[in-house]
């Protein structure tokens, strides 16, 4: 069965998209640790990031240099936290997010998906795309 971002992926169910290549995308996510959390994730459905090949691996990785960047950015950040949790969903992701201190780093402090403000959420997916758009020109 396909996991829930593979559905994402395919257009099966709704996300947030900020970058996309043949190997990886990046959407938000529904439970932020705060606006602009971004998870970035390999195409290819594959439950731990130490069984990716190496090539993907890399490029997931990449993507998420790139994304995080743009995410210090559109947010005025310091710093772009970086995750990798790999529980919730057997699809492997790295969580993204803007931050200045290590407590933003506690998942029991995410938003619950239907405590999230859609204006909000648009608002963010709009300002890291924009922030990408100027940092691969």
């Known amino acids: 069965m396909a996991s829930v ?11 947030r998209f900020v970058y996309r290549s043949e190997n990886v995308v ?3 996510s529904i439970e932020p640790l705060t606006y602009g959390h971004t998870l970035v994730v390999p195409v290819a459905e594959v439950d731990r990031w130490t069984d990716l090949p190496q090539g993907i691996w890399a490029e997931v990785n990449e993507a998420a240099q790139l994304i995080a960047n743009a995410i210090m950015k559109a947010f005025d950040a310091p710093r772009c936290g970086y995750i ?3 529980f919730d969903v057997p699809h492997t992701h790295i969580h993204l997010f803007p931050t200045d201190k290590m407590a933003d780093y506690n998942f029991a ?3 619950a998906a239907d ?11 709009a300002r890291i795309a924009q ?4 940092l691969v020109d």
């Open 115 to 125: 405590a999230t403000d859609p204006a909000k959420m648009d608002d963010a997916a």
């Open 26 to 28: 990046a959407f938000l």
């Open 131 to 134: 922030a990408l758009e100027g």
């Open 84 to 86: 990798i949790a790999g």
């Open 109 to 111: 402090n995410a938003l």
């Open 5 to 15: 971002f593979t559905k994402i992926i395919n257009g099966e169910l709704p996300g």
